[in-house]
């Protein structure tokens, strides 16, 4: 599985500290943002109803569309425990 491209993300998505420690740290984050929005993604298509057969193609959308809403805005923490964690394992 491969992950998507990332929604534009808020000036604040990417924590000062992330920044300030440099490019390859900003692309660490953001990769812990990619798999975090990959989780919500099928989590959200599990959680919700399926469209019925006929209904508006933009239903389907749905969770990837809601997904790209919360990672845009730094999602819901998830990436920053995964970077963290990335951060102790190779520190």
Not at 23 to 48: C, D, H, I, K, Y
Not at 61 to 88: H, K, N, V
């Amino acid at each position: 599985m491969s992950l998507e491209a990332l929604p534009q993300l808020a000036p604040g998505a990417v924590p000062p500290e992330v920044r300030r420690a440099g490019p390859n740290a900003v692309a660490g984050f953001r990769t812990a943002l990619g798999f975090e929005r990959t989780l919500l993604t099928q989590m959200l298509s599990e959680a919700m109803p399926q469209p019925e057969e006929g209904a508006d193609p933009r239903e389907a959308s749905m969770p990837s569309t809601f997904a790209d809403a919360l990672i845009s805005q730094g999602g819901l923490g998830m990436a920053g425990q995964l970077y963290s964690s990335f951060e102790q394992q190779s520190g």
